[in-house]
């Protein structure tokens, strides 16, 4: 019988936001050329919070971007589902700039490796960092985060659910499922 | 949303209404890459994407070009004039010999309705129809769907008039299939030696005055008159048709304010429309090629972008 843990609470996820938000602005040393990508669909929401955080911190909101990296993964043609294409929206110029790359959870590194990919297409950052809510561990290439909201030991078949008020309707908790991946 | 299944796109008669939104949804995604420095993203890499056009064509050609190369899928053109066609070959063995080569997709144009059925079922390749005799072409309908539900907001519910040689248009018989389809209610007008017998019965109301026409409409589909196809005498002359259906200034007077001006191109300057009423600012006919690409890019992602069950 799988049983389902909760591994952060909505003040938990709250705390991790407004710590990886400050630890961005210590790394980069303020807001000058910091932009924040956010990975669909979840990681567009933390982008989000993260920049209302910054914006707590330091009164100014910095270029905030939304990344869909479906026409980049490496698995298209093994995947029967048709994954839905949805729109990628970045209206500032990404050259030179300091980019932080958000999304939920760090698992094999394959949606990073493409989120790299798209974000190399439109244009030259001076660097990119990348930051996560959860890291399960598991990686399948050389791939790690910058800034990790909490790192979570899995096995490789647990199933690490991030929910999120904006998309799910729910209160914000991270949600271990053992035993879902097949 | 629902799931893609199709395999070929022949008509989209045999698309449900949830398929065509999600090729629509599908393609607002895709109009962003053709706006970026690098216009390129990798999801068709190593797919092989053939051209094979029987009758002349500029647009359609280039636009499936670029919307295959814009994904990393390779191209090639066929024309029928240059290839073993003149020398006697069949379509279908001409068709088997590309397919013999391991092309994934065949988008096909044909003056004669039904050649894309035909090669879809005798041959593996997605077949894409980019337009046969007087039949069916999708993509153009598709673009023209899309273009009206961009400025528009939505579909359901708009009045279309659709205004021309209704007869021999593929385009228009695809556009009152999907329009009908998504909720539209579509008007088609013209001389009555060029309205389809029974055209009614596709679901359309059919009006011989383009004047109340105009006055009614949200968006207006002006269409080509096809001179190649004009053999047997069906207008007295092209200028009496400029006379009695062209659209120009004066006549948009009776017209509401944000009615959109719709042409699939080529256009005949100074008889579907004036030239002021082609450049003015009703007109959205350029902005129907550059969307094009976007919904061709959707229709070729749909049907190759991922392994077959």
Redesign the interface.
């Known amino acids: 019988m799988p049983e389902d843990t909760k591994i952060m609470d909505k003040d938990d996820v709250k705390r991790a936001v407004m710590r990886i938000a400050h630890e961005i602005l210590e790394k980069s040393k303020g807001v000058e050329d910091l932009c924040i990508i956010g990975i669909r669909t979840r990681g567009v929401v933390l982008a989000d919070r993260i920049n209302e955080c910054i914006k707590e911190i330091e009164g100014k909101n910095v270029p905030c971007g939304v990344l869909d990296i479906t026409l980049y993964r490496d698995d298209l043609t093994l995947v029967a589902n048709q994954p839905i294409v949805h729109e990628t929206k970045i209206a500032f110029d990404i050259s030179g700039k300091r980019v932080v790359l958000v999304d939920d959870v760090l698992f094999t590194g394959r949606t990073i490796r493409a989120a790299l990919d798209a974000l190399i297409d439109f244009g030259r950052p001076s660097c990119i960092q990348l930051a996560v809510l959860v890291d399960r561990g598991h990686r399948e290439l050389p791939i790690r985060a910058d800034y990790v909201g909490k790192n979570i030991p899995t096995n490789r078949d647990d199933n690490v659910k991030v929910i999120l008020k904006e998309n799910d309707k729910k209160e914000d908790q991270v949600v271990v499922e053992k035993g879902k991946i097949k | ?1 629902s ?2 299944t199709k395999h070929d796109l022949l008509d989209l008669e045999d698309l449900s209404k949830d398929e065509l939104e ?1 090729i629509l ?2 393609a ?3 109009r ?2 053709s706006s ?3 216009k ?4 068709l890499r190593g797919k092989t994407v053939v051209m094979l056009f029987f009758e002349p064509s500029t647009r359609t050609r280039i636009s499936f070009e670029l919307a295959a190369k814009r ?1 990393s899928a390779d191209t090639l053109n066929v024309a029928a004039s240059s290839s073993s066609l003149s020398k006697g070959e069949t379509i279908l063995d001409t068709a088997k010999n590309i397919e013999a080569m391991n092309v994934d997709a065949i988008i096909v144009r044909h003056s004669c309705a039904g050649i894309p059925k035909v090669l879809a079922d005798n041959l593996g390749p997605s077949i894409i129809n980019a337009g046969d005799g007087c039949r069916a072409h999708p993509t153009q309908a598709l673009l023209d769907i899309f273009t009206m539900k961009d400025k528009k907001g939505r579909i359901e519910g708009l009045n279309v008039g659709i205004v021309g040689d209704i007869l021999h248009s593929r385009v228009a018989r695809c556009n009152i299939t999907a329009l009908n389809k998504l909720g539209a209610n579509v008007t088609v007008c013209g001389p009555s030696t060029l309205m389809p017998v029974g055209v009614e019965k596709l679901g359309v109301q059919v009006s011989y005055d383009v004047d109340d026409v105009i006055s009614k409409s949200d968006c207006l589909m002006l269409l080509r008159i096809q001179k190649e196809r004009q053999e047997d005498k069906f207008l007295p002359s092209i200028r009496e048709y400029a006379k009695k259906f062209g659209i120009n200034k004066e006549r948009l007077k009776k017209a509401k304010k944000d009615l959109l001006i719709m042409h699939p191109g080529p256009t005949n300057r100074g008889v579907e429309l004036t030239a002021d009423v082609a450049d003015g600012e009703q007109s959205v006919i350029l902005e129907q090629v550059t969307n094009g690409i976007a919904v061709r890019m ?1 229709v070729l ?2 049907l190759l ?5």
Do not use: I, N, Y
């Open positions: 949303m799931q893609w999600l949804t599908t607002k995604s895709f962003e890459v970026r420095d690098v390129k993203v990798p999801a994904l959707a992602f749909l972008g991922t392994k077959e069950e």
